[in-house]
């Protein structure tokens, strides 16, 4: 079984631009997988791309066939959704499902994303609470900061 961290892609040139998305995901896939002892095999990929700009990768088609090539099945988790909608109910549970039955990987899993979940929540709160304190000035909630090639980074604002 393959973990595969399925989050929203960006068009490549937004990145080399210095946005922190891709770093941001990553780094937050990779503090989840830490967590997972049990599912050491995990991967981050990228969906819902459009138009015809390079998009970052790999994209989460590529990484289930990948999966499928490799005689795995995949749990689908929506590492950078916080609640339901069209990517993760139409994309994940009837698209990139299809793909999977298709193409035999087998199980095709996808986890739920946190939604209403008591600790999303109170970590969101607190988030906004801190925000308020600081007024105006955009900044990450939590210890981590991007590195300074992410020159986008809100991080930048509160001196990291």
């Known amino acids: 079984m393959r973990l595969l961290f399925s989050a929203h892609g960006l068009p490549e040139k937004v990145?080399?631009?210095?946005?922190?998305?891709?770093?941001?995901?990553?780094?937050?896939?990779?503090?989840v997988a830490a967590l997972l002892p049990e599912l050491p095999?995990?991967?981050?990929?990228?969906q819902s791309r459009v138009g015809r700009l390079k998009w970052i990768g790999p994209s989460t088609d590529d990484a289930i066939r990948m999966a499928a090539a490799d005689g795995k099945g995949v749990l689908v988790s929506?590492?950078?959704?916080?609640?339901?909608?069209?990517?993760?109910?139409?994309?994940?549970?009837?698209?990139?499902?299809?793909?999977?039955?298709?193409?035999?990987?087998a199980p095709y899993l996808r986890s739920?994303?946190?939604?209403?979940?008591?600790?999303?929540?109170?970590t969101l709160s607190q988030a906004t609470l801190a925000a308020l304190d600081r007024g105006a000035a955009p900044a990450p909630f939590g210890p981590w900061t991007c590195s300074s090639e992410h020159g986008k980074c809100a991080?930048?604002?509160?001196?990291a």
């Open 78 to 105: 929506p590492i950078a959704f916080v609640s339901e909608h069209v990517e993760t109910l139409v994309e994940l549970d009837h698209e990139y499902a299809a793909l999977a039955r298709q193409i035999g990987c």
């Open 41 to 46: 095999d995990w991967q981050v990929c990228y």
């Open 112 to 122: 739920p994303t946190p939604t209403i979940d008591p600790a999303l929540i109170e």
């Open 155 to 159: 991080c930048k604002a509160r001196g």
């Open 15 to 31: 990145i080399a631009a210095g946005d922190p998305y891709q770093a941001q995901v990553e780094a937050t896939a990779a503090a």
